[in-house]
């Protein structure tokens, strides 16, 4: 129901294709990707039954302490899944 890709470094920000959303902001957190889904239950699931998603531009938007806090000491987040640092690698942890 939505991809969330990288690697090209193009901004696509709403993009549907065969009935998959995909986004990608652009390269060195310049942008940053948001998606929204709205789900119904189907039976003992759930089903997207509405989806968009855009992009933000990070220029001119204050760091938020919280934020960055999480970030690093989240054990779920490491080098592989987000980057904090303006593109040092950190050590996985």
Known sequence: DLIV??????EVGDTV???????????WATSVG????????RGAGWRVVERHSGVVQ???HAELA???????TNSYL????IRVD???RMPPK
Do not use: D
């Open 58 to 60: 990070a220029a001119r």
């Open 86 to 88: 303006g593109g040092i």
């Open 66 to 72: 919280s934020v960055v806090i999480e970030c690093i």
């Open 17 to 27: 294709i065969n009935g998959v959303l995909l986004m990608q902001p652009r390269n």
């Open 5 to 10: 890709f990288g690697h090209s470094h193009q």
């Open 78 to 81: 490491n080098a592989e899944t």
């Open 34 to 41: 948001v998606a929204h889904l709205a789900l119904a239950r």
